[in-house]
């Protein structure tokens, strides 16, 4: 299955928008294929306001966040890897969500031979 983070993100999005808030998003700056300006990144993180009206071009992807934005008078194209989104949140009132980014890099390998199969849910009809 795919991840369910990228949806998350596009829905809390939305949500922060339609209320007039101000869409905030925390990053890890450190995520090898962010592009992100260096001289706002603290403690390894960066915060990026992604008002409608501060970015260019926002693409909410089901692998990266993208858009243009302006620091400091210079144009920058940021991409935000969606295994580095720690959270999105509103400025205003902190509400959004917190991601878990320990549980973002899911190993697709297969199971040893020798492990049993899952568990299968069992469902039943209750009247």
Do not use: C
């Not at 990053?27 to 501060?54: C, F, G």
């Not at 320990?102 to 209750?126: K, M």
């Amino acid at each position: 299955m795919t991840s369910l983070k990228p949806y998350l993100i596009r829905s809390i999005y939305e949500w922060i928008i339609d209320n007039n808030l101000t869409p905030h998003l925390l990053v890890d700056a450190t995520h090898p294929h962010a592009a992100l300006p260096k001289d706002y990144i603290e403690n390894s993180k960066i915060v990026l306001n992604m008002r409608p009206e501060a970015i260019q071009d926002l693409l909410l992807g089901n692998t990266a966040i993208e858009f243009n934005a302006r620091f400091n008078g210079q144009s920058m194209h940021i991409i935000a890897p969606v295994p580095a989104v720690m959270a999105i949140y509103a400025k205003e009132n902190g509400k959004g969500m917190v991601f878990d980014l320990e549980d973002e890099e899911e190993d697709d390998t297969p199971p040893p031979e020798n492990s049993p199969p899952p568990a299968r849910p069992h469902l039943r009809v209750v009247k």
